[in-house]
């Protein structure tokens, strides 16, 4: 370990902190071993439905090096997302990730100042910024730095924190000194299997994701299979349940980024302002929001699979 790489390793997670990130770990940027069977398992049992790009850059997701020329190392970045206020109990119910403008453009815009500031302190040193946008597997990369664990659920937990938070790096052709992975702290506990509405949790650590609620009302482009009747729970977008139902979720704290809040409006709706929206309302409500993805149409077929 020598001084100069400790002290750029340092400016970064100082950095980090204050650009408004939970934690910063990093990884040395090489082929995740570990990784390679289980994900080649989980495509093979046709658990990512029809998420077909999943399937695509195999190698790429599983080494760092064959998306950024010459990179040594992995930053991986959490960014909290808990919400202070949460919907209305007489509402249909939206994941707390969408409730406010769409992580994507915050934390890019967090990623470039990050990827700028070590150009700017270090010297010449290139990069590339991913926000679910590429190839990478977030959750691995973030446990491998020491950020948390996979949880039974297959999110990532942190303790003292919990798991909303968004998962980001930077792949960078800097070499840096390299955090360890954490235990995991989930134990016998199995509440968030016994609590996902459509079972999607299929056995510790694996999720069937084309059961999930999550894929159910994003992901999935037909019409929601009549099998999952009366069971999404009331979820038109996204689901929380399993992480809802966490011992660990009971450490979030609200995050303070004001892009996050949600439009005043969200927060009063009932389920009959649902029932009758127009596109008018959708816009305004969702105006930068990550629920555009499901578009008006997506969004009124979910909440109609919900009323009928």
């Known amino acids: 370990m020598n001084s100069q790489t400790s002290k750029y390793t340092k400016l970064i997670k100082e950095e980090s902190k204050r650009l408004g990130f939970l934690s910063c770990g990093i990884s040395r940027a090489e082929f995740l071993e570990a990784e390679a069977p289980r994900l080649e398992k989980w495509l093979n049992a046709n658990m990512h439905g029809e998420m077909r790009y999943m399937e695509n850059h195999f190698d790429k997701r599983l080494d760092p090096t064959k998306l950024v020329d010459g990179s040594k ?6 960014l909290n997302y808990f919400p202070s206020q949460t919907q209305n109990t007489e509402s249909y119910k939206l994941s707390k990730y969408a409730y406010g403008t769409d992580y994507h453009f915050v934390i890019k815009d967090k990623l470039k100042q990050l990827l700028q500031f070590i150009q700017d302190e270090i010297g010449e040193v290139s990069g590339r910024a991913f926000v ?60 968030c299997i016994d609590a996902c509405p459509t079972e999607a949790i299929v ?66 709706m009932t389920k009959k302002d649902w029932d009758e929206i127009t596109e008018d309302t959708f816009k305004k409500v969702f105006k930068k929001s990550a629920v555009k993805r499901t578009k008006f149409s997506g969004l009124t077929r979910n909440i109609k699979f919900l009323k009928d």
């Open 132 to 191: 679910d946008s590429a190839p990478v597997l977030d959750k691995a990369w973030a446990a491998k730095s020491g950020l948390g664990w996979i949880g039974k659920h297959s999110n990532l937990l942190t303790q003292k924190v919990g798991s909303f938070y968004f998962i980001a790096e930077l792949i960078i052709d800097l070499e840096l000194d390299y955090d360890s992975p954490t235990t995991d702290h989930c134990g016998s506990c199995t509440a």
């Open 203 to 268: 056995k510790p650590y694996v999720v069937d994701g084309s059961k999930c609620i999550s894929y159910l009302t994003i992901e999935l482009k037909d019409n929601i299979p009549s099998d999952f009747k009366n069971k999404t729970d009331d979820w038109m977008f996204g689901c929380d349940v399993c992480q809802d139902v966490c011992p660990w979720n009971r450490f979030s704290k609200p995050h303070n980024e004001p892009l996050f809040n949600p439009h005043p409006e969200l927060l009063e």
């Open 73 to 78: 190392s992995v930053v991986s970045l959490l």
